[in-house]
């Protein structure tokens, strides 16, 4: 191969070695999931299924995590009134981590009339990672309040997690273990979509990392084309 298509060949190299970098590092995927809710309410049993999202956002060392619903849930036999419903909720955690996130939102803004799907508002909490690796993050139980009375809806259909994010604990803490006993190891990507989720300083971290690539690409191509002016004279 002649001197001039091998460094056209060494650039090109670098040039993929750095896209590849960038490509291969998603931090978060996100799914919207059914659940279907079995709701305990002061006239009976009702059931719903709504879409939840559940969406992260890098904040500090933790990270805000946003609930949203897509469709309404219960209903009320009477109106209810602006501010009279209280939704909040809990998110379960699984992965390297365990237990359960409380989320927290808005009472209703307007008045919600009676017989009425109840649209829950977008619920949120802070996770602070405990240890490092994949966490996932699953719709669990909602409680409305409204009324002095309670409503209290489950889960009845097993929901898969509608988030997984890739965490690093305070400290760097090692990887952890899920609730099967393997092992989970940090640094890895959970998957191809990705939502307004992760921390900023790990794309600019791979930026550099991938620009330096492309520098010693560019280094060895100089250095090819200063050694065969040097042969050529």
């Given at each position: 191969m002649?001197?001039?298509?091998?460094?056209?060949?060494?650039?090109?190299?670098?040039?993929?070695a750095?896209s590849?970098v960038?490509?291969?590092?998603?931090?978060?995927h996100?799914?919207v999931?059914?659940?279907?809710?079995?709701?305990?309410?002061?006239?009976g049993?009702?059931s719903a299924?709504?879409?939840?999202?559940?969406?992260?956002v890098?904040?500090?060392?933790?990270y805000?995590?946003?609930?949203s619903?897509?469709?309404?849930?219960?209903s009320?036999?009477?109106e209810?009134?602006?501010?009279?419903?209280?939704?909040s909720?809990?998110?379960?955690?699984?992965g390297?981590?365990?237990?359960?996130?409380?989320?927290?939102?808005?009472?209703?803004?307007a008045?919600i009339?009676?017989?009425?799907?109840?649209?829950?508002?977008?619920?949120?909490?802070?996770?602070t990672?405990?240890?490092t690796?994949?966490?996932?993050f699953?719709a669990a139980?909602?409680?409305i309040?409204?009324?002095?009375?309670?409503?209290t809806?489950t889960?009845?259909?097993?929901?898969g997690?509608?988030?997984t994010?890739d965490?690093?604990a305070?400290?760097?803490?090692s990887?952890?273990?899920?609730?099967?006993?393997?092992?989970?190891?940090?640094?890895?990507?959970s998957?191809?979509?990705?939502?307004?989720?992760?921390?900023?300083?790990?794309?600019v971290?791979?930026?550099t990392?991938g620009?330096?690539?492309?520098?010693?690409g560019?280094?060895?191509?100089?250095?090819?084309?200063r050694r065969?002016?040097?042969v050529?004279r």
């Amino acid at each position: 191969m002649s001197y001039p298509k091998r460094t056209a060949a060494l650039a090109s190299a670098a040039a993929l070695a750095g896209s590849v970098v960038l490509l291969a590092a998603p931090a978060a995927h996100a799914d919207v999931v059914d659940v279907n809710y079995h709701c305990k309410t002061p006239i009976g049993d009702k059931s719903a299924v709504s879409p939840i999202d559940i969406k992260g956002v890098k904040s500090g060392s933790g990270y805000r995590i946003t609930m949203s619903w897509q469709k309404g849930v219960s209903s009320s036999p009477v109106e209810l009134g602006k501010g009279a419903m209280k939704p909040s909720a809990t998110i379960r955690l699984g992965g390297a981590d365990s237990g359960s996130l409380p989320v927290t939102g808005p009472a209703n803004a307007a008045a919600i009339p009676a017989n009425t799907p109840i649209k829950i508002s977008d619920l949120s909490g802070t996770y602070t990672p405990k240890k490092t690796g994949k966490v996932t993050f699953t719709a669990a139980t909602l409680t409305i309040s409204a009324l002095g009375t309670t409503t209290t809806c489950t889960p009845a259909n097993t929901p898969g997690p509608s988030l997984t994010l890739d965490v690093t604990a305070a400290g760097g803490g090692s990887s952890g273990t899920s609730a099967d006993g393997s092992s989970t190891p940090s640094g890895t990507g959970s998957g191809s979509r990705l939502p307004q989720t992760g921390p900023a300083d790990s794309a600019v971290a791979l930026g550099t990392l991938g620009g330096t690539v492309l520098l010693a690409g560019a280094a060895g191509t100089l250095w090819l084309t200063r050694r065969n002016q040097a042969v050529r004279r």
